[in-house]
């Protein structure tokens, strides 16, 4: 989409691949940033609220990694199994207590890759085969904290290289077997998850979740109910209330909205 169409204060329709296409409600998927500063054009909006918009927080210290593996992990709590089973199956949290945690954030604070870092692992091919080749599994990680700007450099190759280092490193500690079994990986810092997926600032929540920026103050104040300034415009994704997090509360509330607005 390259644009989103308006005429005064109400959304007519939008622009993709070149074509407009005519609508009376447009519900977006994207942050607050990509919605009013890059679809919609700036004199459509009240001043007030670009400017709350230009101050949303999008800090971020996460990012994502995807391993090919040619066997799944051999826990030491329970050693010996190359079938799934389940220890393969939920998300499996590494990050052993409160001192892990914040010593984990204290180098994030600095600039800096943590040494040792909090990993949330799945492993989907543990519930669905067909996902891989026969004998093969994906491993998909997600990693705190990576900060968006390092002190030390870009996120160069170097730097991906480092974080998947040390997250094997701590996954090696209950699965010795993992790094020895990589086939492939994928490292997504920040400014890949910002580049690819279009998340402002790589954040994956749609913009940073302390509580100046949660329930009536989400994505601004004044605008918590998924409506925006536009008539027929409604936020859907992460960045309208509750905020991130698998739950597709924010979907249905703006549905909801949506249709008491049609009645």
Request: negative net charge; hydrophobic residues 35%; aromatic residues 6%.
């Amino acid at each position: 989409m390259e644009q989103i169409e308006t005429d005064g204060n109400r959304v007519t329709g939008v622009i993709v691949d070149g074509t407009s296409i005519a609508a009376r409600r447009v519900a977006s998927n994207i942050d607050a940033h990509q919605t009013f500063r890059r679809l919609v054009s700036e004199s459509a909006l009240p001043d007030g609220f670009v400017r709350a918009v230009d101050r949303i927080d999008y800090a971020s210290a996460s990012a994502k990694i995807n391993l090919a593996v040619d066997q799944l992990p051999d826990f030491l709590c329970c050693p010996g199994h190359q079938e799934p089973g389940p220890q393969h199956r939920g998300t499996i949290h590494i990050g052993t207590g409160c001192e892990y945690l914040e010593a984990a954030y204290n180098d994030a604070r600095q600039g800096q890759i943590s040494q040792r870092p909090i990993v949330e692992m799945t492993i989907p091919t543990s519930v669905d085969s067909t996902l891989a080749p026969r004998g093969q599994h994906i491993l998909s990680l997600f990693v705190q904290y990576a900060p968006y700007q390092l002190a030390d450099g870009p996120w160069d190759d170097m730097a991906r290289q480092t974080l998947l280092d040390r997250c094997l490193d701590e996954i090696a500690r209950y699965a010795p077997n993992v790094p020895d079994s990589v086939l492939h990986h994928q490292v997504l810092s920040p400014v890949d998850l910002e580049r690819t997926f279009g998340l402002t600032g790589g954040n994956i929540f749609q913009g940073a979740m302390p509580l100046h920026q949660l329930f009536n103050l989400r994505p601004v104040p004044g605008w918590a109910d998924h409506r925006t300034p536009l008539d027929g415009l409604y936020l859907c994704g992460s960045a309208a209330h509750p905020g991130g997090g698998v739950m597709g509360a924010c979907g249905r509330n703006a549905a909801r909205e949506m249709i008491r607005d049609g009645r």
